[in-house]
């Protein structure tokens, strides 16, 4: 059974930062392309950013230069990195697996790409 389990989810002050992680289980982990996802309240599910299996990122045009995404293939984990956070980063944040034996490069930046879903970690920032 695949499990996607994310952590590192609070409150945090506007300008702040905080990292997530989501630890994978029941998959080849260095096999998947990875990604993070975000709902807002009110708002449709989108995407964040994403990792290949090679290292290659990409992120929303509306998190550049603020969050990195990272992964450690030792520890089936990948990150999020936010930084100067602001009140409209508030959301739920969810992580994605997607399978990518095709190629190394792959990023999935779509919800119809994911095999697999975390259960969420909720971010608030405060103003």
């Known amino acids: 059974q695949v499990q996607l389990v994310e952590s590192g989810g609070g409150l945090v002050q506007a300008g702040g930062s905080l990292r997530v992680s989501c630890t994978a289980s029941?998959?080849?982990?260095?096999?998947?392309?990875m990604g993070w996802f975000r709902r807002a309240p009110g708002k449709e599910r989108e995407f964040v950013g994403g990792i290949s299996r090679s290292g290659n990122t990409n992120a929303a045009d509306s998190v550049k230069g603020r969050f990195t995404i990272s992964r450690d293939n030792a520890k089936n984990t990948v990150y999020l990195e936010m930084n100067s956070l602001k009140s409209e980063d508030t959301a739920v944040y969810y992580c994605?697996?997607?399978?990518?034996?095709?190629?190394?490069?792959?990023?999935?930046?779509?919800?119809?790409?994911?095999?697999?879903w975390g259960q969420g970690t909720q971010v608030t920032v405060s103003s």
């Open positions: 029941g998959l080849s982990f260095s096999m998947y392309a």
């Open positions: 994605a697996a997607a399978s990518s034996y095709r190629s190394a490069m792959y990023v999935p930046i779509a919800e119809y790409q994911i095999n697999y």
